[in-house]
């Protein structure tokens, strides 16, 4: 038998224990927060306890007594999970659950319960440095310009390996309009490695704080002063992980859409005329719920653009539904993640909007998936894009 001392949730035994059990993590209708679900697990599942918060508060309560023990049934709950936060930001006692979550993915890891396309991400970041796999030296294939990699600049585009091999619009996207706007910065090209948040997401946390000191140390060598991300998995791995394993950091951390929404009020950014084009926002997990502050700039911004017209979804900011990517879901249950960005499109499509917009490669690729196996009527974008497109 394990001794409870030795986990890493031991540290939150306090907090498990505070747990209720209202039920509030299951099911919530509060419409002043635009709350109209809450787990997307349970609501694309059979939606069993055991899968929703309140049920894994429980499973690590009987862990600490001593009453249930490490099993690969326990780490196929614990890690079907997107991680989305939708639990903690209504949980009335306030209790940290994705975090807590995260902390005893951990534990399960050490306990050689980690779930084989997990190890197989965390292989493919040691190897190449991003979990794709991809060969290093193609991270900057996206680019199809000469630009000098490395140097130093008081401003640095952080781009994110699914920018970098997958998603690729999004990082030429944000490429152009730092260019046009004749911002004075940084890639740091080959150097740029993983931020970690897949490797946080799921446990690994000793690889996961290799790559991070990594990409600190790099960013410091180049003077960097502000990192500014167009991936929200990025922006907030540097926000709240950097700073729990290595203190505060020497950098601003800026999201691209506010980064874009002072170039405006600056005037360094013009825009073509033409028509109106409607579109809803969705609002990415990562950035919103899971963010150290909710990221309002990306609606700021949609409404500060004239010829952008915003139409809501029922369920947005901190009731926003989860897109179903984050976590590793979308690794290991692909079909899972697929259901939940569905019913994401099905709340849009109603709208009859050309656009579904976020700011998060991963949601952008999920949702898209899901657009693509639907054939939907709409169209899945990055905010990043529909600027670069109007740009003078």
């Excluded at 030296?137 to 585009?157: C, D, Q, T, V």
């Excluded at 690729?168 to 931020?195: H, N």
């Excluded at 690729?365 to 657009?371: F, G, M, S, Y």
């Amino acid at each position: 038998m394990i001794d409870s001392k030795d986990l890493q949730i031991a540290a939150f035994k306090k907090e498990i224990y505070k747990c209720t059990r209202c039920g509030y993590c299951r099911e919530m209708v509060r419409e002043r927060d635009n709350t109209f679900r809450i787990c997307p697990i349970r609501e694309n599942t059979a939606g069993f306890e055991s899968y929703t918060s309140k049920g894994k508060m429980m499973l690590m309560r009987g862990i600490i007594e001593g009453e249930i023990e490490f099993t690969p049934k326990l780490a196929d709950i614990f890690f079907t999970c997107s991680t989305c936060g939708s639990c903690r930001v209504h949980c009335p006692v306030d209790l940290p659950t994705t975090e807590i979550f995260e902390i005893f993915r951990a534990d399960l890891v050490k306990q050689e319960l980690s779930l084989p396309q997990h190890i197989l991400m965390e292989q493919k970041t040691l190897n190449e440095k991003n979990p794709y796999g991809e060969a290093q030296e193609k991270r900057n294939a996206w680019l199809e310009e000469s630009f000098e990699f490395g140097k130093s600049a008081p401003f640095a585009y952080f781009i994110g390996c699914t920018s970098s091999f997958r998603q690729k619009e999004i990082a030429q996207a944000t490429f152009q309009i730092l260019k046009k706007a004749g911002i004075d910065f940084t890639l740091l090209g080959a150097e740029e490695w993983c931020c970690g948040s897949p490797l946080f997401r799921t446990g690994q946390i000793e690889t996961a704080k290799m790559v991070a000191q990594h990409n600190i140390e790099k960013l410091k060598e180049l003077g960097v002063n502000t990192i500014i991300f167009s991936c929200a998995g990025c922006f907030r791995t540097f926000q709240t992980d950097y700073p729990k394993y290595f203190g505060k950091l020497d950098f601003k951390i800026e999201s691209i859409s506010n980064f874009i929404l002072s170039l405006i009020k600056e005037g360094k950014l013009e825009f073509k005329e033409g028509a109106t084009i409607d579109l809803t926002y969705h609002d990415p997990c990562h950035s919103y719920r899971m963010a150290k502050k909710p990221d309002q700039a990306p609606r700021k911004l949609i409404k500060a653009l004239p010829w952008m017209h915003l139409v809501e979804m029922k369920s947005i900011e901190k009731g926003s539904m989860c897109c179903g990517a984050g976590g590793g879901l979308k690794a290991v249950n692909p079909d899972l993640a697929l259901k939940i960005a569905s019913a994401r499109l099905h709340q849009a499509t109603p709208l009859h909007v050309r656009y579904l917009v976020s700011t998060c490669p991963f949601c952008k690729r999920n949702l898209a998936d899901a657009q693509q196996t639907l054939d939907l009527p709409i169209q899945v974008v990055d905010l990043t894009e529909l600027i670069a497109e109007r740009l003078k």
